[in-house]
């Protein structure tokens, strides 16, 4: 009563101080300190990943107090948004691993989150950053940051990523890296500067785990002097290059050393009636072994691993393992689309018949000018192809010389480099060896085939330096040929010539030659990236 009367009995003015002055203090004092706490609004940038026009997550590096942490900004090169150039982004060895990847991500890197009206504050990749206003209030979260460890296989990614990057580089601003050994140019080439860049980077960062599991003579084994010799010498050549890794945690693909000229040699039997499942399960019980015994296998359901047959049989032994045949590189001498090769997968490399088991007495020819017959062919009548061929020409015109046997004491060789077009007709199957044949004696080859993709086709354009013949018009090969002006010829044999250090094979392998264009085939499938054109894979 007391209080209240003393209240009471105050004037006016005096009461109006007691209620206003506390007003002023408290409204002081948090002036005060809500201008200590406004910092992050410059110095805390919070950024989202955002959708592109296309609907495609993009990932969008974190600085936070203005500085850009390593493992956050990386993940920019490891969701790398790729062009239409020349690089396709998806992968299938980690496309699940990404999505995995990805949210795990957002759940580990959680950032303080400004709300306003009880809405997320999202930056659209499309629209400048803006921060908010400091004249509202902001709950900011305060638990710190958690930074992800990142597997071995995302560390893998990250890099080939970058090489990604490197070559799209390349490939859009025109600039070439000197090379002391050899710089690609020139019309043979779909793009030069993106297949040296990509070679380059192939040799910088490429690694490749060989699966040391199997016994001679099927595995770890082949043949180096027949038709087949090519499945032999790789995968001699696998054992000893500087490619090879033998940490599988630093590998990028993994070989599996089998050679199906061995299997059909050793376990064929021409007497059996179901000659194919012992040599299709010779195949499928080394597939469950490496993966029973190592984890890669089935964490890519075998889509970073590779096989290698230059056999007229290798696609279809292939098909025991369906996970081999359907996601897994096949390097195939008989690249046949009708038999499943796909050529945004599958790599198709050449014939290449070594009767010494080397080069030697194999490379080179006359000039242009003496070379006296127009076209060449002499091969054994089977396939689809060859007899209309030999139908409309054999031993029927002097500039057109087809034989099925060559005349005593005529050399084969010999005629190859007196001839200006070499033909290449498909035999049982679409590989042969007289395209590399051609190109070593200096001969312009002429493809007469169905359903088959060239040797490297991805990185060379087989029509600046063949000519492509259609079945149908084998009845025309005369008039096509001689059609072809003097300065056209030149123009193709030079750059034939130019090309040919592609299909060399050397018992050291040398920058380029065929070994090593193999591993890059593979390498471009491992980066899902194709340099022909601007379509994706």
Same mark, same amino acid.
């Given at each position: 009563m007391k209080i209240c009367s003393s209240w009471c009995s105050k004037s006016a003015s005096?009461?109006?101080?007691?209620?206003?002055?506390?007003?002023i203090l408290v409204s002081i004092f948090f002036a005060f300190g809500n201008s200590k706490s406004s910092s992050f609004s410059t110095s805390t940038w919070l950024f989202s990943?955002?959708?592109?026009? =296309?609907?495609?997550?993009?990932?969008?590096?974190?600085?936070?107090?203005?500085?850009?942490?390593?493992?956050?900004?990386?993940?920019?090169?490891?969701?790398f948004n790729n062009s239409n150039i020349i690089i396709n982004s998806f992968s299938p060895i980690t496309a699940e691993a990404d999505q995995e990847s990805e949210e795990e991500f957002q759940e580990n890197h959680e950032q303080p989150v400004v709300t306003q009206k009880d809405e997320s504050f999202n930056i659209s990749s499309e629209k400048p950053h803006e921060l908010p206003s400091l004249n509202e209030t902001h709950d900011l979260s305060t638990e710190p940051k958690i930074k992800k460890k990142f597997t071995n296989l995302e560390k893998l990614e990250v890099q080939l990523g970058k090489a990604r990057a490197a070559i799209k580089e390349a490939a859009m601003s025109g600039n070439q890296t000197d090379d002391s050994d050899y710089v690609p140019t020139g019309?043979?080439?779909?793009?030069?500067?993106?297949?040296?860049?990509?070679?380059?980077?192939?040799?910088?960062?490429?690694?490749?785990?060989?699966?040391?599991?199997?016994e001679q003579p099927i595995f770890h084994n082949g043949p180096c002097k027949s038709i087949y010799a090519m499945e032999g010498n790789f995968i001699y050549q696998m054992e000893t290059t500087k490619f090879r890794t033998r940490d599988p945690e630093k590998a990028h693909v993994f070989f599996l050393p089998i050679s199906v000229t061995a299997i059909v040699h050793f376990i064929y039997d021409r007497k059996s009636r179901d000659h194919w499942n012992p040599m299709k399960q010779t195949l499928t019980d080394y597939i469950?072994?490496?993966?029973?015994?190592?984890?890669?296998?089935?964490?890519?359901?075998?889509?970073?691993?590779?096989? #290698?047959?230059?056999?007229?049989?290798?696609?279809?032994?292939?098909?025991?393992?369906?996970?081999?045949?359907?996601? =897994?590189?096949?390097?195939?001498?008989?690249?046949?689309?009708?038999?499943?090769?796909?050529?945004?997968?599958?790599?198709?490399?050449?014939?290449? #018949?070594?009767?010494?088991g080397t080069m030697d007495g194999l490379l080179g020819g006359p000039s242009p000018s003496r070379r006296s017959i127009l076209a060449f062919f002499a091969g054994g009548l089977h396939g689809?192809?060859?007899?209309?061929?030999?139908?409309?020409?054999?031993?029927?015109?002097?500039?057109?010389?087809?034989?099925?046997?060559?005349?005593?004491?005529?050399?084969?060789?010999?005629?190859?480099?007196?001839?200006?077009?070499?033909?290449?007709?498909?035999?049982?199957?679409?590989?042969?060896?007289?395209?590399?044949?051609?190109?070593?004696?200096?001969?312009?080859?002429?493809?007469?085939?169905?359903?088959?993709?060239?040797?490297?086709?991805?990185?060379?354009?087989?029509?600046?330096?063949?000519?492509?013949?259609?079945?149908?018009?084998?009845?025309?090969?005369?008039?096509?040929?001689?059609?072809?002006?003097?300065?056209?010829?030149?123009?193709?044999?030079?750059?034939?010539?130019?090309?040919?250090?592609?299909?060399?094979v050397n018992r050291t392998p040398k920058r380029y030659d065929v070994f090593h264009m193999i591993l890059h085939s593979i390498w471009l499938r491992r980066l899902n990236i194709k340099l022909h054109g601007l379509e994706y894979l």
């Open positions: 005096t009461r109006f101080l007691w209620i206003i002055i506390p007003f990943s955002g959708k592109n026009n =296309s609907g495609e997550l993009v990932a969008v590096k974190v600085a936070v107090n203005g500085g850009a942490d390593h493992e956050d900004a990386i993940l920019e090169d490891y969701n019309p043979m080439y779909w793009n030069a500067k993106a297949f040296h860049r990509s070679y380059l980077e192939m040799e910088k960062q490429f690694k490749v785990f060989v699966y040391e599991e199997g469950n072994l490496v993966s029973g015994k190592y984890p890669y296998w089935n964490r890519s359901i075998g889509a970073d691993h590779f096989m #290698l047959s230059c056999h007229d049989w290798g696609p279809e032994i292939s098909k025991a393992v369906p996970e081999l045949f359907k996601n =897994s590189i096949r390097a195939l001498c008989n690249a046949n689309t009708s038999e499943g090769f796909k050529p945004s997968r599958d790599v198709s490399f050449p014939e290449i #018949l070594l009767p010494g689809p192809i060859r007899p209309i061929l030999l139908e409309h020409w054999e031993n029927k015109d002097d500039d057109v010389q087809v034989h099925r046997y060559l005349p005593k004491g005529i050399s084969y060789y010999g005629m190859l480099r007196n001839s200006k077009f070499c033909l290449c007709p498909s035999g049982y199957e679409v590989a042969s060896p007289r395209m590399v044949e051609a190109l070593y004696t200096g001969c312009v080859p002429v493809l007469i085939k169905d359903h088959y993709v060239p040797p490297f086709s991805d990185v060379l354009n087989w029509k600046s330096f063949s000519v492509e013949v259609p079945v149908e018009r084998i009845p025309d090969l005369k008039k096509i040929l001689a059609g072809i002006s003097t300065r056209q010829y030149i123009r193709l044999q030079r750059r034939g010539k130019q090309v040919r250090r592609h299909f060399e």
